[in-house]
């Protein structure tokens, strides 16, 4: 009997060749397999992909494997790709579904599997439930066919999606005025899967791609992990300043989310990209069409949907909530605290790539620095201010849920706390408009504390209360 597996947020992660073993990935596939030929796939098509971590491409094969044991057939990339290039080839091959072996953003020793629908988006909760369900309590109960057999008679097809997804893209967004710019650009990859992206689409006029940490290496020197918060972009800050570029952007290990600096060599964090992104769309291109946001982002959303009138939809942490919401109310934007945006004529997946490509066409269109665009914002919605604390825990998660629910605070941060938001945490309202949320990782044994805030001398003391509240300080 082998240890039963759970799927978090996204799919399910592990630590390499401790539970993230061949049969365990196997055991996954099976489990995914099950469920797409309840769900009526029989004999489809399915899409598989990887990042750039240890043994990443081997662990894609033997998902292949599985899937043709149980009767499908399999496009599988060529090369570590990106997990939006991957979710528009789902789509683009109207195949059944896919499965991405990535861990997105953990640290190197660990790699993740995840899954998808049809339209290339996240499986919705009640799905991935399902999917867990059908997962065997051993090897014993996969089926698995031979990669090399399978090759041979086209059961596994290798494709390369980099033209079609181009393609694609430039229905979305014209190139040529970034092209033409004369904008130095640094372009961080974290050693993922964005690497040679931005040079291969940009290339061809003045503008010039600078690309750092841009090679396959699964231990990622020079940052703890590759997610695009510092300090893992601490380097690709210095090196905009050192090379007195316009702008850093910086995509995660498998490219879905993006960073953004300025040419200060400023982090611009997630929640004011995010609102950027927004106002991008709403103010430089006149689309008006639902947002959808997790309770974790940014409040300054609530403010441009009122602004633009456009209606503004707050969901669970996760794009197995956003992505459903985005097909449901054909959202303009989808997003969340992480670095995660989505896109209306896209698939309603991350994309860092297509994010960072709006990002440059706003600087291009307004003709303003990254600087320029924060102050732009925020003559729209006023200032507000972020950070996020994460800490290990041990021990329980009951018992600490409720020593938060008994903390019943009348003030955080020496601000009023207006109300309780149970939906994803424990998200607390205050009267300034800001918050503080504190929710359990849904892949990792970590606390996090978030905050937004109108006051930027409160933000610590907001952080510390929430620290107290969990029981971590």
């Not at 850093?248 to 950027?276: M, P, S």
Request: contains cysteine; negative net charge.
């Amino acid at each position: 009997m082998s240890d039963k597996i759970h799927f978090g947020t996204d799919g399910w992660r592990g630590v390499i060749a401790e539970d993230y073993t061949f049969d365990n990935v196997r055991r996954c596939t099976q489990g995914f397999a099950s469920y797409l030929q309840e769900i009526g796939k029989s004999g489809q098509w399915v899409v598989v992909g990887y990042d750039k971590r240890f043994q990443s491409e081997n662990f894609a094969l033997a998902v292949a494997e599985v899937l043709v044991g149980n009767g499908f057939n399999v496009y599988l990339t060529k090369d570590a790709t990106p997990t939006p290039v991957i979710s528009f080839s789902i789509a683009n091959k109207k195949a059944a579904g896919g499965v991405n072996i990535t861990a997105s953003h953990n640290p190197p020793t660990d790699n993740g599997f995840k899954v998808r629908d049809q339209d290339g988006g996240a499986i919705a909760p009640e799905g991935l439930k399902l999917i867990e369900s059908h997962i065997p309590d051993s090897i014993k109960g996969v089926n698995r066919a031979s990669a090399s057999e399978a090759l041979a008679a086209n059961k596994i097809v290798r494709f390369d999606p980099t033209k079609d997804y181009i393609q694609h893209l430039q229905t979305l967004i014209d190139l040529d005025p970034i092209r033409k710019a004369g904008l130095t650009i640094v372009v961080d990859a974290m050693w993922g899967n964005g690497a040679g992206w931005f040079t291969r689409l940009l290339s061809g006029g003045s503008t010039q791609v600078i690309e750092i940490h841009n090679e396959r290496n699964p231990i990622y020197p020079e940052m703890k992990r590759p997610e695009p918060i510092p300090p893992n972009i601490d380097v690709g800050l210095q090196r905009t300043v050192q090379e007195k570029a316009d702008v850093l952007i910086v995509t995660d290990g498998d490219a879905d989310r993006l960073g953004f600096g300025d040419e200060r060599g400023a982090f611009i964090n997630q929640l004011q990209t995010y609102a950027l992104l927004a106002y991008y769309l709403l103010e430089v291109r006149q689309e008006r069409g639902p947002i959808v946001k997790t309770l974790s982002t940014t409040s300054m959303l609530d403010k441009l949907g009122k602004l633009y009138q456009v209606p503004v939809y707050e969901t669970g942490v996760g794009f197995k909530y956003v992505a459903p919401k985005m097909k449901e109310t054909n959202a303009m934007i989808g997003g969340e605290e992480s670095g995660g945006y989505a896109f209306r004529g896209n698939v309603p997946e991350r994309d860092g790539i297509l994010a960072g490509l709006y990002i440059l066409d706003m600087i291009v269109k307004l003709k303003r620095k990254p600087s320029e665009l924060i102050t732009l914002l925020f003559d729209k919605v006023g200032p507000h201010y972020y950070d996020r604390i994460d800490t290990k825990f041990t021990g329980d998660r009951s018992s600490r849920e409720k020593m938060i629910l008994e903390a019943n605070p009348d003030t955080i941060g020496g601000l009023k706390v207006t109300g309780l938001n149970t939906l994803d945490g424990y998200k607390f309202c205050l009267e300034d408009g800001g918050w503080l949320l504190i929710r359990f990782s849904g892949t990792e044994p970590i606390i996090r504390v978030y905050c937004e805030t109108t006051h930027p001398e409160s933000v610590q003391s907001i952080l510390q209360d929430g620290l107290r509240i969990a029981g971590l300080s």
